[in-house]
């Protein structure tokens, strides 16, 4: 999870670091608070947060793992459809 991403990897970035944008406009880069995205100062807090799965903003769900797991897999169909009608030609 956390620290994982690419962004996030390499021997400059050994801990996650906090994404969250400064009023400079840039990336905050504090440390994130351990299993989280954000440092302390930006919800990393103990306490704050919900758990993995609320529902409490969800809207449409659109962009629920759920979701963005599907629209990849038919992403991956059609691909490999127009491979195989090319291959047809
Ligand atoms: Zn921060």
């Known amino acids: ?26 990336p905050c880069k504090s440390p994130a608070v351990s299993g989280k995205k954000r440092c302390r100062m930006h919800g990393g807090a103990k306490g ?5 799965g609320n529902t409490n903003a969800l809207k449409h769900g659109w962009y629920s793992a ?3 797991e599907m629209r990849r897999e038919v992403n991956e169909i059609l691909r490999s459809g127009r491979a195989t009608l090319k291959e047809l030609k």
Do not use: L
């Open 66 to 68: 759920e979701f963005v």
């Open 48 to 52: 704050s947060g919900a758990q993995r």
């Open 1 to 26: 999870m956390a620290g994982d991403h690419p962004r996030n990897t390499g021997p400059m970035m050994e801990s996650s670091r906090c994404g969250a944008k400064t009023r400079s406009g840039t």
